[in-house]
Each structure stands twice: as structure tokens, then as C-alpha cells.
């Protein structure tokens, strides 16, 4: 596996939105032209080598692009996560967790994500204020949620593979503080509450969860 890249020793954490710069979260934010590129503080390794490539690929052929992310496993090889849902049936779990590392061939929508590598666009990554949602306890859940309330998508890419064992923070206060913020418990959603707080936003983009049921056709009347 290829390593992370290091952060030049000349870091500045008053500069998120350009070069490379360490939050207070643990955090790395880096941007490249386009695409800024967040690095988890327990991330370990990524691979294959041209995985900058691949996710600013993904990530600039997806229609309404937000996010795209790697999939993420653990040291022992298996699935971390593919994609991290909170406003969910399930409550707040990972895509896939648990499962063997060649589980998943194709990308998957999500609503969140929660550890590893993610590639940006730096525009929606502005437009969102990203450079204060990851300095946040929750911050990749943060910026995700921000991402989907503008409208934009978040994507799992099972092409590109972070070793990471991180997770969300659990304590009461980042849990408080969250839905003080959004209206909900990201680990355990009303989705009642969610539905009415944000009609008409991305936050309810998974129309096999939230779409209306079209009538038939002879009960239409």
C-alpha cells in the first residue's frame, strides 16, 4: 500500500482553503487545483499509487458532484466502511462493515462518510464553508451533511482503498451539539422529524427511502 503523503513541515492551520494545512480536529486538508482532498488523522495507507487520479476522475464525471471517497478498511483487511448512512431505518451505520476487503465493485451512493481519503470540489467545498465543518467533533459527517443539503451527491469509490480503523465521535456533546444543528441523532434518526425539518433538501435524496408512492394508475382518479 502506498502511505499518505506527509504535510510539509511548514503547515499552516489558517490556510484550509489552500496548500495543505492540519485542523484542530486531527484533520489534513490539502488543495490541488480543483479538488480539495481531506485525509483522516488515523488514516494508515491508500492505494493503488494513482489514487488522486481516480477519485478527481469520479469526481468530475458525477453530475452534481460533492464527494468522493475511498473505501475504507481496516488493518485486519476487513470493510470499514462503503459509505456512511444516518438518516436511515438502520440508524447511523457503515456501508458494508465487517465484510471481506473485496466486497463492493461498483461505486455507492451514501449519505455521508466518516474516515479515510475524500476528494472535493473546491468550489462546493467553499460554497459550504468546509473549512469550518472539518474543524467540527463530527466534522466529515458535518461536511457531508452540508454537502447534501446543498444538493450535492456523496459517492464511495471501491477503486481506490484507505486503511483506516478511525470512527465518529460518540461522546454527548458532539451528539448534542449535531442536532442542535440539524433537528436529528445521527445515531438514531427520527426520520419523521428529518422528512418535515428538511423537505425539498439532498438530505432526503434516497427516494427508496423517502420518495413518494406513485398511485396506480386506476386509483388515480
Known sequence: ?????????????????????????GWRVERSGATVFLF???LRAVEPANWRSILVDA??????????????VRADGAVASMGTFVVHPKGHHELGAGG???AFRFPEECDAFSGGVAAIDAEAFASI????????????????????AADLRVVALPAVVATDDGELATDGP?????CERWGFDWRAADLAAVRRRHAG?????????????????????
Not at 464553508?129 to 447534501?148: F, K, Y
Not at 433538501?201 to 382518479?221: C, D, F, I, M, Q
Open 1 to 25: 500500500m502506498t502511505p499518505p503523503d506527509s504535510p510539509p513541515a511548514s503547515s499552516s492551520r489558517a490556510e484550509v482553503p489552500t496548500g495543505v494545512a492540519a485542523c484542530a480536529t
Open 40 to 42: 483522516s488523522p488515523t
Open 59 to 72: 469526481l468530475r464525471a458525477m453530475p452534481r458532484s460533492g464527494a468522493v471517497v475511498a473505501k475504507r
Open 100 to 102: 471481506p476487503a473485496e
Open 129 to 148: 464553508d468546509g473549512a469550518s465543518a472539518i474543524n467540527l467533533p463530527l466534522g466529515p459527517l458535518e461536511l457531508s451533511m452540508r454537502l447534501r
Open 174 to 178: 458532539s451528539r448534542v451539539a449535531f
Open 201 to 221: 433538501t439532498g438530505l432526503l435524496w434516497n427516494v427508496r427511502l423517502h420518495g413518494s408512492t406513485l398511485p396506480y394508475e386506476k386509483y388515480a382518479r
